[in-house]
């Protein structure tokens, strides 16, 4: 049985949420959450390369990182795909200077796992490679469910991997066209449903 992926930020962690808060702090704009419409958050935040380049650095902070609260239900969910014998692989594209924010969090929160991996997801700068595996790498593993919210990971996952995808329904990823192997979800409740057995 092959464990069950599950992606961090916005699928465990209310992640964009926390950002908007900064966002209105460090820069005075408020945007609404149900606006946030393109994945690429200087897109949606309308910001300048220099103003994201500083969000980007803010966020990846470690005070920052500990205070995202918990998706409701998610923790929940883990804990009954666990009694159930899964294994869960938590994979994250975060930068790699999270990674110990990242296992803090999961301690913090007492989030079940078997593995946390750190993948390029966006080929970003800055990452440790000998922290981060490539996708080259990453497209190998086998996984018997993905929980994702970007449609770019969850098209790769279901078209270049074959494994089905519960997609958390974010604004974001609304305007992709998917496939019957990614099923939308509006909650880790809604999910728990259909997957009792994954
Ligand atoms: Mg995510």
């Known amino acids: 049985m092959s464990p069950i992926y599950v992606d961090f930020d916005d699928v465990l962690s209310d992640t964009t949420s926390a950002f908007l808060k900064i966002l209105k702090l ?12 393109s994945f690429d958050l200087k897109v949606s935040f309308k910001l300048t390369e220099s103003e994201y380049e500083h969000f980007f650095r803010r966020v990846h902070q470690a005070e920052v ?5 918990p998706i409701e239900g998610a923790i929940g969910a883990l804990e009954e795909w666990v009694k159930l014998g899964y ?18 969090w999961l301690a913090k929160h007492n989030a079940p796992y078997h593995s ?13 490679t000998k922290i981060a595996i490539s996708m080259e790498k990453f497209s190998e593993m086998k996984f018997s469910l993905a929980v994702e919210d970007s449609a770019t990971m969850a098209l790769h996952l279901s078209q270049k991997m074959g494994i089905p995808v519960a997609l958390m329904d974010r604004p974001w990823n609304r305007r992709v066209n998917l496939n019957h192997k990614i099923n939308r979800y509006k909650s880790w409740s809604d999910l728990r449903k259909d997957f009792q057995n994954p």
């Open 26 to 37: 460090e820069f005075g704009k408020s945007v609404n959450f149900e606006d946030i419409i």
């Open 65 to 69: 990182i500990m205070a995202f609260p």
């Open 87 to 104: 294994q869960i692989s938590i994979v994250t594209g975060r930068l790699t200077t999270a990674y110990e924010a990242s296992l803090d």
């Open 116 to 128: 946390f991996t750190m993948v390029d997801k966006y080929s970003r700068e800055n990452i440790d």
